[in-house]
């Protein structure tokens, strides 16, 4: 599987990005995924994750300090995972990126980065104040 990362950018604070993040290779809809990110001289930190589908719900899941201004959702068709980052600031300024895991269900689903086993390339966001 390799993952392919866009949609970063140079915006100001309160303003919008989309990341998207599409996959290659068969079976995109049993991965669960993730983005991270990394600011300098940071250690690489979970941001959002979706579970893979049980029926036709995948669970979203945010660190606290994006929830309501950050959505994770995913395309299975199209085999892309979307980052839709509202209210962005400084803080938020980093390179971010998505990941990829094989997951048995719904209910096999992890923040720790060391569990993924595909990562995209990584796309700077920088928020300026």
């Known amino acids: 599987v390799q993952l392919q990362a866009s949609g970063g950018g140079l915006v100001q604070a309160g303003d919008s990005l989309r990341l998207s993040c599409t996959a290659s290779?068969?079976?995109?809809?049993?991965?669960?995924l993730a983005w991270f990110r990394q600011a300098p001289g940071k250690e690489r930190e979970f941001v959002a994750g979706i579970t893979r589908r049980r029926g036709h719900t995948a669970y979203p899941d945010y660190t606290d300090s994006v929830k309501d201004r950050f959505t994770i959702s995913r395309d299975n068709i199209k085999n892309t995972v979307y980052l839709q980052m509202n209210s962005l600031n400084p803080e938020d300024t980093a390179v971010y990126f998505c990941?990829?895991?094989?997951?048995?269900?719904?209910?096999?689903?992890?923040?720790?980065?060391?569990?993924?086993?595909?990562w995209g390339q990584g796309t700077q966001v920088t928020v300026s104040s």
């Open positions: 290779g068969p079976a995109f809809n049993t991965y669960s």
């Open positions: 990941a990829a895991r094989y997951s048995r269900s719904s209910d096999d689903y992890t923040r720790l980065p060391s569990e993924y086993n595909y």
